[in-house]
């Protein structure tokens, strides 16, 4: 199914990484933190390859690396004159900031401080001033001018999710994922929740150059319900066990060794992806069921990772500026013994969908371009009935402007894909604004 089928346990005895590592889709994941685990190290391997990062010397003020400036656990950092997460500048993977310009340094969470071998007072949200290089100063709670990479915290930064009053596609609720910081929540992206089936909609957030580079050796951590499944154990019922136990109810019990095996199951798929996330503190806040939805796993580590890692590096190096929409739609459908094709919900009642098409759709407001990607998730169609399950012309294929893109648009256990303009794409699902594109694709 997969090409090359290595195991995990002979990539961990690699004591050095070689240059290229095999490919996620080549790797036969027996679980969705295996993949996790291995992804990071792939993706943080594969950005060593094109990107080179510099600091320069000829500037006044402070250069921080994304990659090497930046301690754990990591506190939350704001510009304080903006009051907007810290960014790199660019696509550099460095952060730079005058002489004298101010960042709040925020350990957000009940007994959470700040935490340097220079610090003064406890404190858990304070001011740091850049001097030079990576040396900044804090009137009253930092002893002389230190290191920024050892400001850290004592405990991993809380992150939150809150429902807020504004409405989304068919009057479902908007949840907002990030920080709060001096009372002000700062937002990383924004979720459309349908409460009454547990259903992520969609998930939106900005994605710039700035993105170019993600910190890497972040501790993945657990994944969270929040406030938005009461009285449901949402992280069971994505378990291999429940999965189990809802195809024998759903397709019969002789049909689920079928469908369900040690590499082929449906995993906590992440719709704003960690790495489109700079900091460890974003990466993190990834981690809410209100970001995921059941995803088959070789899709997961084929085309959709594959996705999400080139229209990264792509936004990158086109300097777009790009709000993305990612989602789900539909229900994915599988035969019973009867032969007759069944809806899939992990949880009774129509809960827990297994979406039938995962899509991202990219719009750059200033060109006025946009492009909608879409996969089919189920590795159990055949290849006519997955064409006959694409609502649009393909507007990738033969396509030399979407050359980035290395999926496989056609092998199935990794995800059928298709590329449509964004009005073809709203006529069939109207998730998204309908963006002015007057311009055409975003390529």
């Known amino acids: 199914m997969f090409g090359l089928i290595i195991t995990l346990a002979v990539v961990s005895t690699v004591t050095a990484l070689p240059s290229r590592l095999p490919d996620p889709s080549e790797i036969a994941f027996t679980s969705d933190d295996q993949f996790e685990d291995y992804v990071d190290i792939w993706l943080a391997n594969e950005q060593l390859q094109w990107f080179n990062q510099t600091t320069s010397s000829e500037r006044s003020g402070c250069t921080l690396r994304v990659n090497g400036d930046f301690g754990q656990p990591q506190p939350v950092f704001i510009n304080r004159a903006r009051n907007v997460f810290v960014t790199p500048n660019g696509n550099t993977g460095n952060v730079r900031l005058n002489a004298g310009e101010e960042v709040i340094v925020a350990c957000t969470g009940a007994n959470r401080l700040i935490r340097h071998p220079n610090i003064g007072p406890n404190v ?119 999965q189990r136990t809802v195809f024998a109810n759903l397709l019969g019990a002789n049909m689920v060794d079928r469908y369900l095996t040690s590499t082929q199951f449906l995993a906590r798929g992440h719709l704003a992806a960690k790495t489109d996330y700079v900091f460890a503190t974003a990466q993190r806040a990834t981690f809410f069921f209100i970001n995921a939805a059941p995803q088959w796993q070789p899709f997961n580590a084929g085309n959709w990772m594959r996705l999400e890692s080139n229209l990264r590096r792509r936004i990158a190096a086109a300097n777009y500026n790009t709000v993305i929409y990612t989602g789900t739609f539909g229900v994915t459908q599988l035969r019973n013994s009867a032969g007759r094709l069944v809806d899939i919900f992990l949880h009774t009642n129509n809960r827990v969908p297994v979406p039938l098409y995962f899509y991202k759709v990219v719009y750059d407001a200033n060109r006025r371009q946009g492009t909608a990607f879409v996969s089919i998730n189920n590795p159990y169609y055949t290849l006519a009935e997955a064409r006959n399950l694409q609502f649009c012309t393909d507007r990738c294929r033969n396509n030399a402007a979407f050359n980035w893109i290395n999926w496989q648009p056609d092998n199935i256990s990794v995800g059928y894909s298709f590329c449509c303009t964004i009005p073809d794409f709203r006529r069939r699902i109207a998730h998204v604004p309908n963006f002015n594109v007057a311009n055409g694709l975003l390529s």
Request: aromatic letters at 14%; glycine letters at 8%; proline letters at 3%.
């Open 124 to 242: 858990q949200t304070a001011t740091a001033r850049c001097v030079s290089n990576n040396l900044v100063s804090g009137a009253g709670w930092l002893n002389g001018n230190q290191a920024f990479g050892q400001l850290t915290c004592n405990n991993d930064a809380v992150y939150e999710t809150q429902q807020t009053a504004q409405r989304c596609f068919n009057n479902n609720v908007v949840v907002r994922s990030g920080f709060i910081v001096n009372n002000v929540f700062h937002v990383h992206y924004w979720s459309c929740f349908d409460v009454n089936r547990m259903e992520v909609l969609y998930v939106w957030y900005n994605q710039d150059n700035t993105n170019a580079i993600f910190q890497s050796g972040v501790d993945r951590p657990s994944w969270l319900a929040g406030p938005h499944f009461p009285g449901v154990n949402i992280n069971g019922i994505y378990t291999q066990n429940n």
